[in-house]
């Protein structure tokens, strides 16, 4: 496990995709690594500080655009990962979309939407391509786009007006609109229940991975693996303890965490690894706190240089 940690280690440090298999209860399961998704935000108005803000806390990689340095900045944006205050074609051709991306098109108006459609579209595609603007505005814009040469199958898959219809009003409201409509495509396609082959979460957590690859001290790795109903984690979650107790990352906290912590710090070693099943559906749990209800199987192993 510790030389496939190294990999893992080394490949997402790079940038690339990784992942680690290993086996539990006679199957084997895949924890993935993906990058970050990036979420490209052209307009840093109230509502793509909104989207910024929501879109960071869901693991995207947001880089926001405007042409106005008092909202292309990091006091507006804090959660941004870039931000580039430039005219929006150049800041475009600057980017270089990818088949990957996310793009939502939230301008100050109509004519700088057009400026950016203008510019995606006769290159690669987004994953994701949506533009805010009433019902009325946005079909007289795509109509002109027609007219100007532009296929209409590209045209046909903007997502515009942009956002699930769910009657948002508020900026915040609106905001949630577009960003559910974003997890919706990130989801799209996928069948997936917690217990599965391929483990749900895959997300990149570089501190735990550098702790369990490259700190030399002697270590446990904690890893959920499978999930029953309603859970602080879902498969996937990883956290890391060494004799001394520091711990690197979280696999729910509170009791559910604290439960297996101890055969955690017993198998640090020893070469050896467990499963063991929490479970937060029972009596005793009830009365320890633990509100969620479910369970969750645990793998717990040694991974000591």
Request: net charge negative; aromatic share 6%; with cysteine.
């Amino acid at each position: 496990m510790l030389e496939q940690l190294k990999e893992v280690y080394r490949t997402v440090r790079a940038g690339g995709p990784a992942a680690l298999l290993f086996e539990a209860d006679g199957e084997t399961y895949i924890r993935n690594f993906t990058p970050p998704e990036r979420l490209i935000l052209l307009g840093c108005g109230h509502i793509g500080q909104a989207i910024c803000r929501y879109g960071a806390d869901l693991g995207f990689s947001v880089t926001a655009v405007d042409e106005r340095p008092d909202f292309a900045n990091y006091t507006q944006m804090p959660e941004a990962s870039e931000i580039l205050c430039d005219s929006f074609p150049d800041a475009i051709a600057q980017l270089g979309i990818t088949p990957y991306d996310y793009v939502c098109v939230i301008t100050r108006g109509h004519r700088c939407d057009a400026d950016c459609l203008r510019a995606i579209l006769p290159g690669t595609f987004p994953k994701y391509l949506g533009m805010i603007g009433s019902k009325r505005r946005v079909a007289l814009l795509l109509r002109q786009l027609e007219t100007e040469g532009f296929a209409s199958s590209d045209l046909e898959r903007i997502h515009a007006p942009i956002g699930l219809a769910i009657n948002a009003l508020t900026v915040k409201e609106i905001a949630i609109s577009v960003v559910a409509e974003l997890i919706a495509c990130r989801r799209a396609g996928l069948d997936r229940r917690s217990r599965d082959a391929f483990l749900t979460e895959e997300g990149m957590n570089l501190e735990l991975l550098e702790f369990l690859a490259c700190d030399e001290s002697p270590k446990a790795l904690l890893l959920v693996y499978d999930t029953v109903g309603s859970t602080p984690v879902k498969s996937g979650a990883m956290m890391a303890i060494d004799r001394l107790g520091r711990t690197v990352g979280t696999i729910g906290g509170g009791c559910s965490e604290n439960a297996v912590l101890g055969d955690a710090r017993r198998i640090i070693g020893t070469h050896g690894r467990k499963c063991v099943t929490v479970d937060m559906s029972n009596d005793l749990a009830a009365e320890e706190g633990m509100v969620c209800g479910g369970r969750m199987k645990v793998l717990i192993e040694d991974v000591s240089p």
